[in-house]
């Protein structure tokens, strides 16, 4: 595998261990659209969650013997979250909350997690009501 498809499996992975599986006794099961995996939205209205992977810049870190040169590679991972629309917010919140705990200022995998932040974008479709959870991140490859 590549680094950059080890960083996203380790990403990937952390959210399904850390929130798929233990949110609300596994809840989230099937209801989790990863990046261009096969997914199908829930057609009862339930909450479900869109994850993505995106790296944003990379840069060289330090500079040292040949295959000693380190390169950081920054980027975010954001759930977005869509909760049935006029059933409140609690479920979502509480999703989100969860989302932060497990990605907040943590080192895992390889990879270094920074603080987590969240956003009410609001009505979608007048179906869901959805709250994004950015959780930023970087991490080292030595070439």
């Not at 790296?55 to 390169?71: H, T």
């Not at 705990?101 to 479709?125: C, E, H, K, W």
């Amino acid at each position: 595998m590549s680094f950059h498809e080890d960083l996203h499996n380790a990403i990937r992975t952390r959210f399904k261990n850390q929130v798929q599986d233990v949110y609300d006794s596994g809840s989230l099961a099937g209801k989790v659209a990863y990046d261009n995996a096969p997914f199908d939205q829930p057609a009862d209205g339930s909450l479900w969650v869109r994850w993505s992977v995106t790296e944003n810049l990379s840069q060289q870190a330090e500079i040292g013997d040949p295959g000693n040169n380190r390169f950081r590679t920054f980027g975010n991972a954001v759930a977005s979250i869509f909760a049935p629309i006029e059933m409140g917010d609690q479920n979502g919140l509480q999703l989100a909350d969860a989302i932060k705990a497990a990605f907040q200022s943590t080192i895992a995998d390889g990879v270094v997690y920074r603080t987590p932040s969240l956003t009410m974008v609001g009505r979608l479709n007048n179906r869901y009501w959805q709250i994004n959870v950015s959780c930023p991140f970087h991490s080292d490859q030595f070439a």
